[in-house]
Nanobody, 116 residues
Framework: QVQLVESGGGLVQPGGSLRLSCVAS?????PGWYRQAPGKQRELVAA???????NYADSMKGRFTISRDNSKHTVYLQMNSLLPEDTAVYYC?????????????WGQGTQVTVSS
């Protein structure tokens, strides 16, 4: 079993930036960031494959950047030009290999609030 711990959320003004971190307790595969706003479904923000290929939701392209440091079991989400509609709880998701089976895990989430 792997544990994921997110950090870096907070209150930021529109147009500002935040950098989220997700630290895993062990090796992870195909991590991604998701978010859930009040009254809305959880949605994909960005994902990064094990070979470094990235995938972004359309509304985040050009503003958000996902990266990973495998030596630190850490995934980052750099968020720039933040908008009020980016307000949500941001979750990290990743897979862990146990034996021959991959299992998905979620972090507890970190709140991002974009407001003046």
């Amino acid at each position: 079993q792997v544990q994921l711990v997110e950090s870096g959320g907070g209150l930021v003004q529109p147009g500002g930036s935040l950098r989220l971190s997700c630290v895993a307790s062990g090796s992870i595969y195909n991590p991604g960031w998701y978010r859930q706003a009040p009254g809305k479904q959880r949605e994909l923000v960005a994902a990064i494959s094990d070979n470094g290929r990235t995938n972004y939701a359309d509304s985040m392209k050009g503003r958000f950047t996902i990266s990973r440091d495998n030596s630190k079991h850490t995934v980052y989400l750099q968020m720039n030009s933040l908008l009020p509609e980016d307000t949500a709880v941001y979750y990290c998701k990743a897979s862990s290999l146990q034996g021959l089976t991959f299992y998905d895990y979620w972090g507890q989430g970190t709140q991002v609030t974009v407001s003046s």
